[in-house]
T-cell receptor, first 114, second 116 residues
Framework: DADVTQTPRNRITKTGKRIMLECSQTKGHDRMYWYRQDPGLGLRLIYYSFDVKDINKGEISDGYSVSRQAQAKFSLSLESAIPNQTALYFC?????????????FGPGTRLTVL | AQTVTQSQPEMSVQEAETVTLSCTYDTSENNYYLFWYKQPPSRQMILVIRQEAYKQQNATENRFSVNFQKAAKSFSLKISDSQLGDTAMYFCAFKRSGGSNYKLTFGKGTLLTVNP
């Protein structure tokens, strides 16, 4: 089945470390997104990409960077992790041709920064 | 900017009964989409149902239906014949229509527990 995968599923790291979260998709979608979920806050958009050469900041991009290595791969990096970046991170994809831009989510990565 | 409000942080219902989750939103747009996503303990985000604002008919998917009141900017989710597997966090989301409008604005979620 066409799918959205994220690695790792869980990660514990220390303050100041650099960490990369990876997302791959086999849906053939051109749009990819990174969200962060915090308890009581819902999901908030960090970065999004409409294609390999089109990357844009979302509402909470400070402290994060991204790389779109290929249409199917979109990585999120924390250059110097801090405890308040402890959260559940989701990658999502959507098709440019989709009228309602339905987004398909990966299984999430739970990140803990000590 | 659009906002989505879910006023019920937690709800519970007995198995086989009906429950309604509330969602209100604020927008100046006339054309948009509304969604309900389900997040069970597995963490996976699953689309439950969607509504296009220009359609007056309320969307229905099996046991899930919505009550869409455009003038009131209300979009509630009704779950009939609740099942234990419906236990999850439910998120309401809004998206503007047209062009390159991509952004989903989520509410803070309602945790639904279905009791046996």
């Amino acid at each position: 089945d066409a799918d959205v995968t994220q690695t790792p599923r869980n990660r514990i790291t220390k303050t100041g470390k650099r960490i990369m979260l990876e997302c791959s998709q086999t849906k053939g979608h051109d749009r990819m997104y990174w969200y962060r979920q915090d308890p009581g806050l819902g999901l908030r958009l960090i970065y999004y990409s409409f294609d390999v050469k089109d990357i844009n900041k979302g509402e909470i991009s400070d402290g994060y960077s991204v790389s779109r290595q290929a249409q199917a791969k979109f990585s999120l990096s924390l250059e110097s992790a801090i405890p308040n970046q402890t959260a559940l991170y989701f990658c999502a994809t959507s098709a440019r041709t989709s009228g309602d831009n339905e987004q398909f989510f990966g299984p999430g990565t739970r990140l803990t920064v000590l | 900017a659009q906002t989505v409000t879910q006023s019920q942080p937690e709800m519970s219902v007995q198995e086989a009964e009906t429950v309604t989750l509330s969602c209100t939103y604020d927008t100046s747009e006339n054309n948009y989409y509304l969604f309900w996503y389900k997040q069970p303990p597995s963490r996976q985000m699953i689309l439950v149902i969607r509504q296009e604002a220009y359609k007056q008919q309320n969307a229905t998917e099996n046991r899930f239906s919505v009550n869409f009141q455009k003038a009131a900017k209300s979009f509630s989710l009704k779950i009939s014949d609740s099942q234990l597997g419906d236990t999850a966090m439910y998120f309401c989301a809004f998206k503007r229509s047209g062009g390159s409008n991509y952004k989903l604005t989520f509410g803070k979620g309602t945790l639904l527990t279905v009791n046996p």
